[in-house]
């Protein structure tokens, strides 16, 4: 551990006089260039120099409250919490006053759910508007002649779709058109009537919608 702390310190200092401020300003020959470039060197001129900065830190200079403060943890949400009760519960923990998440996940679903903390909060909506990426279970109340079948029902469902929210849902019940940029079979069990398929969409999508809607496009209903 000491030799480590020492390398850094090593490392630091090297970065440290590698930037170091300058006033001059470098000089371009231009005199056999091309007539059309003319004055060419003249449109953009920046010097070396710049005023150091008491704020601010280097990764390596920055202390844990930082990290803290800015922080965003990827985080694999079990099954039974709410993602607003995970994320209630980092809040707690970590003893911050704001925390936010990049979307939903239902209670019963597990995958990435990414925590804005504290002054981090400002990226959240940036990342709501993101693509999802989701791994479903489809349970077909009927038989179907063969895995082709179901695959190509899958396929069908891609594009712009109409949806709307499921009965327990957290938003308004009000028909929308969500995107399904693709979807894929994986893996379909024909004694149980169990399909498990890959589906990237656009943020807002409710994968038990799409799993009704494939039972329908099949004809012999299904769900999530």
């Given amino acids: 551990m000491a030799e480590d702390k020492k390398s850094l310190k090593k490392k630091s200092k090297e970065v440290h006089e590698l930037i170091a401020p300058e006033a001059t300003t470098p000089v371009l020959d231009t005199s056999k ?128 779709l109409f949806q709307r929210p499921p009965l327990i849902s957290a938003v308004k019940r009000q028909l929308r058109i969500r995107t399904i940029y693709s979807s894929k079979l994986i893996e379909y069990d024909q004694d149980r009537h169990l399909g498990v398929f890959h589906v990237s969409c656009e943020a807002g999508t409710y994968i038990r919608t799409l799993c009704v809607h494939l039972g329908l496009v099949l004809g012999v209903g299904g769900h999530m």
């Fill in 33 to 160: 260039w091309p007539l059309l470039l003319k004055n060419y060197s003249s449109l953009n001129i920046r010097t070396g120099h710049y005023t150091p900065i008491a704020s601010g830190s280097t990764p390596l200079k920055r202390n844990l409250n930082d990290y803290v403060r800015y922080g965003v943890i990827n985080l694999d949400k079990p099954a039974n919490p709410s993602s607003h009760e995970v994320v209630a519960w980092i809040r707690r923990i970590l003893r911050v006053e704001k925390t936010g998440h990049s979307g939903t996940l239902d209670p019963k679903v597990t995958g990435c759910l990414i925590v804005c903390v504290d002054r981090a909060t400002r990226l959240v909506k940036s990342q709501q508007g993101a693509g999802k990426e989701y791994v479903a279970i489809v349970r077909l109340h009927s038989a179907i002649e063969s895995q082709a079948v179901l695959a190509r029902g899958i396929e069908t469902l891609t594009g712009a």
